[in-house]
């Protein structure tokens, strides 16, 4: 039996929500180190242009899905799946996303308004979670983002966000002249 | 003021911060050099039109209100006293802080992007003996009932013609729909009841809301165990065995 053969069909049972390399290695009795070494080999070999599926690896999880040149296709045979995310759920989880952990008042001042509802429902997608106490009057909640946020974007890891947008000031914007020698960022 | 910017939705612009930007963008002013005058007057104007349109206008619009008059008076007296000493700028904290803003949203535009792109990966659903699930309380997604309510309510929308938005009278009560939709699980206890089966498409929407009140109920006494269908269209009301209703 081939290790990476047993992984591949564990994957595809586990189906949308994905496996944990911990799971992984639980019910295939094998180290965390081989069944991440044959993870690598099983998402390198599905990008083969002759496969129509795809391993992902997104943190820990470890899902398998079709590929997205097939989607248009694919979409006729399945139910069309919509975002579940209102733009203020978005923006309140990019808030996060860049700064992490973060309290519920720190979103708000970004974003100018109570970001409370939005957060819970974040949550109870499992996009983000409550990551500690700010050791702060009140100890508020801290929130980060999961390996499920990591896959509904379809980012590896956390250093794979893009760089947040830097806002440069227009030519005739008086203003603040200094400004473009001042904050650039340090070389 | 435009009409275009009257058609935006509460829930898509759901900050003072969100108005502010549009309203500089749209005036095409530099955001480092905001005529506080004008932005206020059309701030005012907007607030306005929210109320006459009868939208529930957020606290934090009043507060930016609040904020921008202050600064404007702060802008008029700097303009009068004119003693060519350098003054902080009074409008520098709202820029700052629209700049941040901006940053973000622009920072959500993209991450949608990939969330788009990544949608177009499909994966199946984990085949599980449905007997087998129990939901445990803490686990309840509304996520997914809300999902199945917002579908619910757009088909309902292409088969009625009705206003949806005028209520004239109540009819149905919560007892009264909990016992049929009982009746209903308890009917044929093999056949999956799905939550549309309860009404026809051409049904009031008193009657919807007052199903899908009565089944969260349901589910809340663990008199029914809801599951989600494939696809997430539908869900599906089950009964739980030995559970009794009085």
Redesign the interface.
């Known amino acids: 039996m081939s290790i990476s053969a047993q992984l591949e069909a564990l994957i595809?049972?586990?189906?949308?929500?994905?496996i944990e390399i911990k799971q992984l290695a639980q019910i295939s009795q094998l180290s965390m180190a081989v069944v991440r070494e044959n993870v690598v080999k099983l998402v390198e070999a599905s990008s083969a242009a002759d496969y129509g599926l795809?391993i992902?690896q997104n943190g820990d999880l470890v899902?398998?899905?079709?590929?997205?040149?097939y989607?248009q296709a694919?979409?006729k045979v399945?139910?069309d799946?919509?975002?579940?995310?209102?733009?203020?759920m978005?923006?309140t989880?990019?808030?996060v996303?860049?700064q992490q952990p973060i309290t519920r008042l720190q979103v708000d001042e970004?974003?100018?308004?109570?970001s409370s509802v939005s957060l819970k429902?974040l949550q109870?997608?499992g996009l983000i979670i409550i990551a500690g106490q700010a050791d702060e009057p009140g100890t508020p909640n801290l929130y980060r983002t999961t390996d499920l946020f990591l896959?509904?974007?379809?980012?590896t890891d956390l250093q794979q966000l893009?760089p947040?947008?830097?806002?440069q000031?227009?030519s005739?914007?008086?203003?603040?002249p200094a400004r473009n020698d001042d904050e650039g960022e340090p070389e | 003021m435009s009409n275009a910017t009257l058609k935006i939705h509460l829930t898509d612009f759901d900050g003072p911060l969100e108005l502010l930007l549009h309203l500089i963008k749209d005036s095409e002013m530099d955001i480092y050099d905001i005529n506080i005058k004008e932005i206020t007057d059309q701030y005012f104007k907007y607030l306005q039109k929210m109320k006459e349109t009868q939208l529930e206008v957020a606290g934090e619009f009043f507060v930016m209100a609040a904020k921008l008059m202050h600064i404007k008076s702060q802008w008029l007296l700097a303009e009068e006293i004119d003693d060519d000493q350098e003054e902080e700028d009074p409008r520098a904290d709202l820029v700052e802080q629209l700049l941040e803003y901006k940053r973000y949203q622009q920072a959500s535009h993209r991450l949608q992007k990939r969330e788009r792109q990544q949608q177009k990966l499909h994966t199946i659903i984990p085949s599980r003996r449905n007997q087998d699930v129990e939901i445990a309380a803490h686990e309840f997604e509304v996520m997914v009932l809300q999902n199945a309510w917002q579908r619910i309510i757009r088909r309902k929308r292409q088969v009625n013609v009705g206003p949806l938005n005028q209520i004239e009278e109540w009819r149905f009560s919560l007892a009264d729909q909990a016992a049929f939709i009982i009746d209903q699980v308890q009917q044929n206890p093999t056949q999956p009841l799905f939550f549309s089966q309860l009404f026809s498409p051409r049904s009031e929407p008193e009657e919807i809301v007052t199903d899908f009140l009565a089944v969260l109920t349901l589910a809340k006494q663990q008199v029914v165990r809801i599951t989600q269908t494939q696809g997430k269209t539908n869900f599906i009301i089950e009964s739980r065995k030995n559970k009794h209703v009085n």
Do not use: C
């Open positions: 595809y049972a586990a189906g949308a929500s994905g795809v992902q899902t398998m899905s079709t590929k997205p040149e989607d694919v979409r399945l139910n799946d919509d975002s579940l995310l209102t733009p203020a978005l923006e989880l990019t808030i996303a860049y970004v974003r100018g308004v109570n429902n109870s997608l896959r509904a974007f379809g980012l893009p947040l947008p830097v806002e000031p227009t005739d914007g008086a203003m603040y």
